[in-house]
């Protein structure tokens, strides 16, 4: 019994005997997989990129212009809703046959996009691509749980950081690229070279144990959480937008989300083998860092969305190179995490981090808020640059202490919920911050350029580089300020909701991590899976 108490906890059990030896040194084999498993990151993270930067083409090609945000919105509700499943269905039947289904499904998604016909096809499809894309990431992160200890997993953080940075700088270069020299629909096949890599490799070099639960898929759990997620991204995506805040749509959205996760909650509790097993909650660490999960994506995709906007609208940079803008902020986080990453593998102590990291965090978004029509790129580059040092400390190291948080069975939805938090934290972030930004250009434009202001603003508070060079200079002075108050609401906003990261930084217990002096009697000391030499 306190052997499965402290499997479920990280902690050690008082008294075991400690296993003889360390970790063998990963194989070359492992290496390769892990090179597959960062090209399955890349998809996932690249797709919406790339096809950001498409999106005007495809509308002049296939029409539709009133559906274009379902392009993005059925993407993200696929994902978010397949998300917890994948997760799920790794640890009940295998997670190499579950991310190996995840990629198929989006590439066939990814396919089917390119050869779309119109705006309903596209939209379909890509709800099809993004419920593959739900299992990439999460089947990446639960098979280097599996592959690689906790105490030896910092070593590939600045790896992952690297993808991520890679997508975001590169993603709009490449999309634009693609689409001005291939044509759009590449934008899609792209991935299918890429995917087909990942595939051959992780067919051919990886080899986990095999797994055939008999318990049934708890359905009626999978539709009430599907239900809920689908109404809060829905909320998020059309409150202040598609619709008024207080609308009738929105607040039977918030209802229909707020039964379905309550109805959920409850269910999890009887069913026999839940999607959410609510135990890994009892682990204060992993509730932890789900918090803060929640927080970096609420403030990370808030800063990607409006620093290129700030930037190009008050700056004057270049929309083309709108990635390359954000690459003090990525090279900062690359960096720490490389750091952080190592400082954890040779020392095994990471509490550090997060608490250091929401500091930074909260300071950097606290000077981003500071940035006025004065500001100089320089300045507002060593203000991201603060903002990624925060987030280079906090990205890999709560999936880290996660895992750490839950026996080797929960690997799968202790990912899966981990990924999940962070993507209903940017969605959240998104649509608050957005719609701060929003009322706080309009009300500036009203007041600075009158009924012509409101006029400009009325459709969209954000115009791009050539839409605000053919309006009169007073306007595109008042425009400019407007978007300076917007970006001080939007940052300010995100410091006070950082300082949480901070408090909850404080209430991490340093549990060691497995891998280092490992202890029987647990799973700590459970042999790492199989992977057949190259």
Request: net charge neutral; aromatic share 8%; charged share 10%.
């Amino acid at each position: 019994m306190a052997d499965t108490q402290a499997a479920e906890t990280g902690q050690e059990t008082p008294g075991a005997p400690e296993a003889v030896g360390k970790p063998e040194k990963e194989p070359k084999s492992v290496r390769v997989v892990m090179l597959a498993l960062m090209v399955a990151m890349m998809l996932a993270m690249l797709d919406n990129m790339i096809v950001g930067t498409a999106m005007p083409t495809i509308v002049g090609d296939l029409g539709g212009l009133e559906h274009l945000s379902w392009v993005v919105t059925a993407y993200t509700l696929a994902t978010a809703a397949a998300t917890p499943l994948w997760g799920k269905l790794g640890d009940m039947y295998g997670r190499k046959g579950a991310f190996l289904t995840s990629i198929v499904i989006f590439l066939i998604g990814s396919a089917l996009s390119g050869m779309a016909q119109d705006m309903g096809q596209l939209i379909g499809f890509r709800a099809v691509q993004g419920l593959g894309a739900g299992g990439l990431m999460v089947g990446v992160m639960a098979i280097i749980g599996d592959l690689v200890p906790p105490r030896e997993r910092g070593k590939y953080q600045g790896m992952m950081a690297g993808v991520m940075a890679l997508a975001m700088i590169g993603g709009p270069l490449v999309g634009g690229t693609i689409t001005d020299n291939w044509g759009w629909r590449w934008a899609f096949y792209i991935n299918l070279p890429l995917g087909v890599v990942a595939l051959a490799a992780v067919t051919a070099v990886l080899h986990l144990p095999k797994k055939r639960s008999k318990a049934r898929i708890d359905y009626l759990g999978a539709g009430l959480l599907t239900l809920g997620i689908t109404s809060i991204v829905l909320v998020t995506t059309w409150g202040g937008s598609q619709y008024a805040w207080t609308s009738a749509r929105i607040m039977e959205l918030i209802a229909i989300g707020v039964v379905s996760l309550v109805g959920f909650v409850f269910w999890q509790t009887k069913a026999a083998e839940p999607v959410l097993p609510l135990h890994i909650f009892r682990s204060g660490n992993f509730t932890l860092m789900s918090i803060i999960g929640f927080i970096v994506g609420f403030v990370m995709f808030g800063a990607t969305l409006f620093l290129p906007l700030y930037q190009q609208s008050v700056q004057g940079a270049s929309a083309t190179n709108s990635g390359l803008l954000l690459l003090p902020m990525l090279g900062a986080m690359l960096v720490t995490s490389m750091v952080a990453g190592r400082v954890t593998t040779s020392t095994g102590r990471y509490k550090i981090f997060p608490l250091v990291g929401g500091v930074l965090l909260t300071v950097g978004l606290y000077l981003l808020s500071t940035m006025d029509t004065d500001t100089t790129r320089f300045v507002s580059g060593v203000y991201m640059a603060v903002v990624g040092l925060g987030m280079g400390c906090l990205m890999q190291i709560t999936m880290l202490v996660a895992q750490n948080s839950v026996e080797m069975k929960d690997m799968g939805v202790a990912s899966s919920s981990t990924t999940l938090f962070r993507t209903l934290g940017s969605s959240f972030g998104v649509a608050i911050m957005g719609a701060i930004f929003n009322n706080r250009v309009q009300d500036e434009m009203a007041a600075r350029a009158g009924g012509l202001g409101s006029k400009v603003t009325e459709q969209s508070a954000s115009l791009d580089a050539a839409s605000l060079a053919k309006l009169p200079a007073a306007v595109r002075e008042a425009y400019q300020h407007a978007v300076s108050a917007g970006t001080h609401s939007a940052f300010l906003l995100g410091a006070v909701i950082a300082v949480a990261v901070v408090v909850a930084a404080v209430f991490v217990k340093e549990v060691p991590l497995r891998g280092g002096s490992q202890k029987a009697g647990s799973d700590e000391a459970a042999p790492l899976p199989v992977v057949e030499a190259v």
